[in-house]
C-alpha cells in the first residue's frame, strides 16, 4: 500500500511541479524574448499549485513528516509520549477528514454552478474534489497511523 500511495500522489505532485517549471520556463522566456506570455500562466500556476500541495500531503502524514515541537519531549515519559502521539494522530485525522468532507460538498456546489476559472474558463470543481480526496486520504492515514506503534527512530514517541 505505501508503494502504491507514493507512486501516485508522488506521481501527481511531482508531474504537477514539472509542469509549474515548464510553464515558468516558457513565459518568462516568452516575456523576455518575444515580449508575449503565456495567456493565463498565473491561472494555471495556481491550480498546478493546489495539486501539488493536496497530493502530496498523504504522503506527508504516511512518513509523519508533519512539523513536530519537541521542546518538552525530555519532560515526557514515555508512556504519555504513547498516548499524545495517538490522540495528536486521531485528532489530525478527523480534521483532515472533515477538511476532505468539506471539500467535496464545496466542489459538489461549484461543479453545479458551472464555476469556471477567470481567463482560460477551466472548470474549478476537479481541483476542488482534488483536495477533498487528497485530505480525506491523509486523514484516513492519520486515522490508521494512531494504531500503529511509532517508528523507533520518530521525533514523536
Wanted: glycine residues 12%; contains cysteine; hydrophobic residues 50%.
Amino acid at each position: 500500500m505505501r508503494t502504491f500511495l507514493e507512486r501516485i500522489c508522488g506521481g501527481v505532485g511531482g508531474l504537477s511541479l514539472f509542469a509549474i517549471m515548464w510553464l515558468t520556463f516558457f513565459d518568462v522566456g516568452g516575456r523576455k524574448f518575444l515580449s508575449q506570455s503565456i495567456t493565463g500562466s498565473l491561472e494555471l500556476t495556481e491550480m498546478l499549485m493546489v495539486v501539488v500541495i493536496f497530493s502530496t500531503l498523504p504522503l506527508v502524514s504516511l512518513n509523519e513528516e508533519h512539523v513536530v515541537f519537541g521542546s518538552l519531549d525530555s519532560v515526557w515519559s514515555e508512556g504519555f509520549k504513547k498516548i499524545q502521539r495517538v490522540l495528536v494522530q486521531l485528532a489530525c485525522g478527523g480534521c483532515l477528514l472533515w477538511v476532505g468532507a468539506l471539500m467535496w460538498g464545496v466542489g459538489t456546489e461549484t461543479a453545479e454552478a458551472g464555476e469556471v476559472s477567470a481567463q482560460l474558463a477551466i472548470p474549478r470543481y476537479p481541483f476542488i474534489d482534488l483536495m477533498g480526496i487528497f485530505s480525506f486520504l491523509a486523514g484516513s492515514i492519520h486515522i490508521a497511523l494512531a494504531f500503529t506503534p511509532a517508528p523507533a527512530n520518530s521525533a514523536h514517541g
